[in-house]
C-alpha cells in the first residue's frame, strides 16, 4: 500500500525568499506519517495501551523543485529497509506538487522505543504487519 496525503502551503511554510522552508518539509513528512498510523487504527491512544513511541535516529531531505504559497501537495508514506522484527525501520517521504511533479524526498531512519524502560523494542506484530504493508520505497530514491 502507498498511504498519502494532500496538504495546502501555508503562509507559515514559506520563508523570505517566498518559497517553502527547509522545516516545513520535515513537517509535512511528520504530518503524513502520523496520518497513517492514525488512519490505521495506530494512534497515539493505541501506542500508549503497548507503552511505545517512534524515535527518529536520522532524517534527510533531498530538495528537488520549489513549492510556494497556495500549492497544493500529496506527501505519501514508503517503507524502507528495517529489521526482522521492526525494531529498527527505514522510511521514505515523497512529495509532490500539483503539477505531479517530485519536489522534495525525505528518508528518515529510526525504531520503536519501550517508554518505562526507555530502550529500544520490538513492535506488537499488529504494528509490525502495518509497517510491512507499505509499498518499498527504495526504487523510489530521489528519482524526480
Known amino acids: 500500500m502507498i498511504f498519502e496525503t494532500t496538504i495546502e502551503v501555508r503562509w507559515s511554510d514559506i520563508d523570505q525568499n517566498r518559497h517553502v522552508r527547509h522545516s516545513a518539509y520535515y513537517d509535512y513528512g511528520a504530518h503524513t506519517r502520523i496520518r497513517f498510523f492514525v488512519e ?10 503497548y507503552r511505545i513511541g517512534p524515535i ?16 497544493t501537495i500529496r ?17 521514505h ?3 509532490f506538487n500539483q503539477k505531479n511533479e517530485k519536489c522534495a524526498h525525505l528518508t528518515l ?9 526507555r530502550k529500544l523494542t520490538i513492535p506488537p506484530k499488529e504494528l509490525q ?3 510491512a504493508s507499505l509499498d518499498d520505497g527504495e526504487h523510489f530514491v530521489y528519482k524526480k
Request: proline share 0%; hydrophobic share 40%.
Open 40 to 49: 490505521n487504527n495506530f494512534g497515539s491512544d493505541k501506542m500508549a495501551q
Open 129 to 131: 504487519e502495518l509497517m
Open 56 to 71: 527518529i535516529f536520522k532524517e534527510e531531505c533531498t530538495f528537488l523543485k520549489e513549492l510556494t504559497l497556495n500549492d
Open 75 to 91: 506527501v505519501n508514506v514508503l517503507k524502507g529497509e528495517y529489521s526482522d522484527d521492526f525494531r529498527k525501520w527505514t522510511l
Open 109 to 117: 531512519n529510526g525504531a520503536w522505543m519501550d517508554l518505562v524502560k
Open 93 to 95: 517521504h515523497e512529495i
